[in-house]
């Protein structure tokens, strides 16, 4: 496995490149969940190439930007044993050599959930992935579904920037507990990870209910309600969502793929998941 820091240095690599280029951005902090979008990158691609970089345009809070995990060393290894064959680690000033003012319109997709909760934070995801993507120059990209909004936002920022990238969704990898696999679980406590499943069981059994033909207003209350009888659980929001629009549901018969999200501060931890209901 190659590892470069440098844009210049992994463009010449790239350039000889034959075949077809799979690319896994990540901010490190590897877990199971990556390691499936390694995976499945390396059975659909020639050449899998993994990025590590802690985008700080992103962080819309500059002490969640301080404490996010960084393990670039054990990052790599990992990457190596599952036969990753590149690897990105840029610093920032190759990532941007000049400060990135691009706006990005996204209209509705942006406005709420993460978008609202977390104002700025979709704009950096787009900086960083449309500059990485111009490096890498990938024939596929691969996300995690765990990361529902972001998906919708960076399919768009591909179709705005008439980018020919295709862009491939990976199902969400979770602990035997249910707890959706996120490098921010590497920084809560053994207890608040027990109490941190109670979001993912409250999502199950949200599945469950629409059988019992309850409104998704209705839902959408009693998802909080459960993730807030967990102890150390405290629901940012519980929203109920189109698929593609990221519209709120009011109608379960008027969309045809509706998924459950949620966000949930548990201490200074906030932790995201969802749920494809229909
Ligand atoms: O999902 C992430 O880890 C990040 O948002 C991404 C896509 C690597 C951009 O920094």
Redesign the pocket.
Known sequence: MDIYRKVSDIRLRLDKAEGVVGFV???GALHCGHLSLVKLCKSATDITVA?I???PT?FNDSEDYRRYPRNVESDCEMLKNAGCDIVFVPSEEEIYPEPDNRIFDFGNLDKIMEGYFRPGHFN??AQ??SR?FDIVKPDKAF??QK?FQ?VAI?KAMARQLNLSTKIEVVPTVRENSGLAMS?RNALLTETQQKNAAGISQSLFRAKEAVKQNVSPAHLKNEIAEMINSVPELKTEYAEIVDGKTLEPVSDWNRHSEIFACVAVNIGKIRLIDNIQLK
């Open positions: 951005p990540t901010m990025s970089f802690v985008n992103q950096g995801v960083v992935v990485l996300f995690g990361d972001q960076i490098s």
